[in-house]
C-alpha cells in the first residue's frame, strides 16, 4: 500500500462550513478548538481522500470523523455513512455523540448492536437511515436477510480497528467489505497500527492512502498522573478502599475477571460505596443502565472488565484503578484513556503483586515518570480488620445513591510509606 502524509491542517471548526445547528451543538458541548487529530484529520477527510489515523485514546477521534460526515451528508442527499465499532458500548458513545450533532437537522440515523431486540432495529434499518452506527457481528446478521441494506454507503469509518480485530471480526468485516458497491470513502482509526491492521485496510481502501500518526500515538496523555503501588495480593481489597476514600469523583475498577469484577463489587458495597458493575455476564439492559447512572453521578464507582476500556467518555471520571493487570499492553493504555480525556487531568492507579511480573513487563514502558509506592503490612492496616473499616465522609459522596449501614469507627491508621523500589520483585 502506498502511504502519503497529509499537510493541511484546520484551524477552527468554523472552516468546514458546517450548518449554524451543528456549530451551536459544539458550543453546547464545551468543544471550542480543534484537537491536533482534528487538525489532521478532518482536512483530510473532508477532501475525499481514504486515511488510517493512528492517535491517543480520548484524542477526540469520535468529532474527527463525525464533522465530515456531516459535511458530506449536507452536500449530498443521496450520500449514506456507515461508521463501524468494535463493542457496544463504543457504539452507543458514538451514537450519542452523532444525537447531539444533528438534533437541529433533519437526518435520520439507527444503531445496530446485540443484546437488544432485532426486530426493532430492522424495522427502524428498513426506513434507509442516513447515518448507520453499527457493530460488525449485528451487521452481518441484518445483511443475511437485506443484501441492500447498505446501498449509498459512500462513506465508512471504521474505528478500533486492532480493537476489532483483537475480537475477532476479521471474517465480518470482509463479508460487510463484501456486500458493498460502487465509489466510497474509508477512515480509519486504530491506536496502534500492523500488518493484521494493514490486511484491513487493504481490505476498504484504495491505494493513494493518508497516514496521520499522533508523535506520541501509543502513549499515555501528558494530562495523566499515574501511581504504581507495589502489594500483596491478600492486601489488594483494603488497599483499593483507601484509595477510593482518598478520592473524589467518579472512579473505574478494572478487574482482570467477571468472577474478580463480582468480588470487588461486593466489597465495596459492605462498606457503603456507591458501585455499579459492567461484565460481559451481565444482560445489555443491565450495562446500559450502569453507564446511565455512572454518566448522571448516581454511582460514583463503576467495576468493569476490559469492555469498558475503551468508548467510554464520562467528563467526571477523575480515577482510574487497575485492580488487576490486563494481559495485553495495549488495554492498559486505553484503560487509563478513560480519564484525562479531551484535554482534562485525571489520576491512574495500578497494583503490583509479585505474581504479576511477567504482565508487568508488558506495561512497563506506559509507567514512565509514575510515582512508585511500596505497601508494607503495616502500611494496609492488616493489623486492622476489614469489618472495622469505615469509608471516609466527603461532602461531595451526598450526591451519590448510598443505602447501605455504616460500619463502626475505625481506630487510628499508619500512613502509607513512598518507597522507590530498585526493581521489581521480593521486597526484603
Known amino acids: 500500500m502506498k502511504f502519503r502524509t497529509a499537510t493541511t491542517r484546520l484551524q477552527a471548526f468554523s472552516d468546514i462550513g458546517l450548518t449554524a445547528s451543528i456549530n451551536e451543538a459544539l458550543t453546547q458541548m464545551n468543544v471550542t478548538e480543534p484537537t491536533p487529530v482534528q487538525s489532521d484529520v478532518i482536512p483530510e477527510a473532508l477532501a475525499g481522500g481514504d486515511l488510517i ?3 491517543q485514546t480520548g484524542s477526540g477521534k469520535t468529532l474527527a470523523f463525525a464533522l465530515p460526515i456531516l459535511s458530506a451528508l449536507e452536500r449530498n442527499a443521496a450520500v449514506r455513512a456507515l461508521v463501524l465499532a468494535p463493542s457496544r458500548e463504543m457504539a452507543q458513545q458514538i451514537f450519542k455523540v452523532f444525537e447531539v450533532l444533528i438534533a437541529g437537522t433533519d437526518l435520520s440515523m439507527a444503531i445496530a448492536i446485540g443484546g437488544v431486540p432485532s426486530a426493532k432495529q430492522t424495522t427502524k434499518l428498513n426506513k434507509r437511515p442516513r447515518i448507520l452506527i453499527a457493530t460488525p457481528g449485528r451487521l452481518n446478521d441484518h445483511l443475511l436477510t437485506n443484501k441492500l441494506l447498505l446501498q449509498d454507503v459512500e462513506l465508512v469509518v471504521i474505528d478500533e480497528a486492532d480493537r476489532m480485530l483483537d475480537m475477532g471480526f476479521a471474517p465480518q468485516l470482509r463479508s460487510i467489505q463484501a456486500t458493498m458497491r460502487g465509489p466510497r470513502q474509508t477512515l480509519m482509526f486504530s491506536a496502534s497500527f500492523d500488518e493484521s491492521v494493514e490486511s484491513i485496510a487493504k481490505l476498504f481502501m484504495r491505494d493513494d492512502i493518508a497516514m496521520i500518526r499522533s508523535g506520541r500515538a501509543e502513549a499515555p496523555v501528558s494530562s495523566l498522573k499515574q501511581k504504581v503501588v507495589y502489594l500483596g495480593r491478600e492486601q489488594k481489597h483494603d488497599r483499593l478502599l483507601d484509595e477510593i476514600n482518598e478520592t473524589q ?3 473505574i475498577v478494572f478487574c482482570g475477571s467477571q ?6 463489587a461486593e466489597y465495596l458495597k459492605e462498606y457503603g460505596v456507591s458501585v455499579g458493575l459492567i461484565h460481559g455476564g451481565l444482560t445489555q439492559g443491565n450495562r446500559n443502565r450502569v453507564v446511565r447512572e455512572f454518566r448522571d453521578e448516581d454511582l460514583r464507582v463503576v467495576v468493569a472488565t476490559d469492555l469498558l476500556a475503551r468508548g467510554l467518555d ?3 471520571v477523575d480515577h482510574v484503578i487497575n ?5 495485553q499492553g495495549e488495554d492498559f493504555l486505553h484503560r487509563i484513556g478513560r480519564t484525562a480525556r479531551a484535554g482534562r487531568s485525571g489520576t491512574a492507579i495500578t497494583f503490583v503483586t509479585e ?33 472495622t473499616k469505615k469509608p471516609i465522609k466527603r461532602e461531595r459522596n451526598d450526591k451519590y445513591k448510598d443505602k447501605a449501614k455504616p460500619a463502626p469507627k475505625a481506630g487510628p491508621r499508619p500512613k502509607s510509606s513512598t518507597i522507590k523500589p530498585k526493581k521489581f520483585g521480593r521486597r526484603k
Open 53 to 55: 489515523a493512528v492517535a
Open 259 to 264: 468472577v474478580s469484577c463480582e468480588d470487588v
Open 249 to 251: 469523583g467518579g472512579v
Open 314 to 316: 464520562v467528563p467526571h
Open 355 to 387: 505474581s504479576d511480573d511477567r504482565v508487568f513487563k508488558k506495561i512497563r514502558s506506559y509507567l514512565d515518570g509514575a510515582e512508585e509506592v511500596v505497601v508494607t503490612e503495616g502500611d494496609n492496616l492488616l493489623a486492622e480488620p476489614r469489618a
Open 323 to 327: 485492580f488487576d493487570l490486563p494481559f
